[in-house]
């Protein structure tokens, strides 16, 4: 493995959900293009990331992230019974 695909195996390694934002199949209303996730617990500040799955073909974004929540934008309108599995995750230093 080179050094640059070790590094990057590394930083994958060091990677963990957070206790904050795991939510999978989050229900997104027909012909949203923004969803608005709330935490059950407020993280310790905004140095973590959001990974998220739409169940429809689309781009995403995540725009705004704050200790309690985050909002998740969609380049494409959802389309009836949509979900999105939105994941927050923290790299261990």
Excluded at 48 to 61: D, N, Y
Excluded at 64 to 80: D, E, L, N
């Amino acid at each position: 493995m080179d050094q640059i695909t070790q590094r990057r195996f590394d930083t994958l390694c060091r990677r963990h959900l957070t206790p904050a934002g795991n939510y999978p199949a989050q229900s997104v209303t027909l012909g949203a293009t923004s969803l608005s996730v709330t935490f059950a617990r407020a993280e310790q500040d905004t140095a973590f990331g959001v990974s998220v799955t739409p169940s429809w073909l689309t781009t995403v974004a995540v725009p705004t992230k704050t200790t309690t929540g985050c909002t998740v934008t969609f380049g494409t309108a959802a389309p009836a019974g949509a979900t999105a599995d939105v994941l927050t995750w923290r790299t261990e230093s």
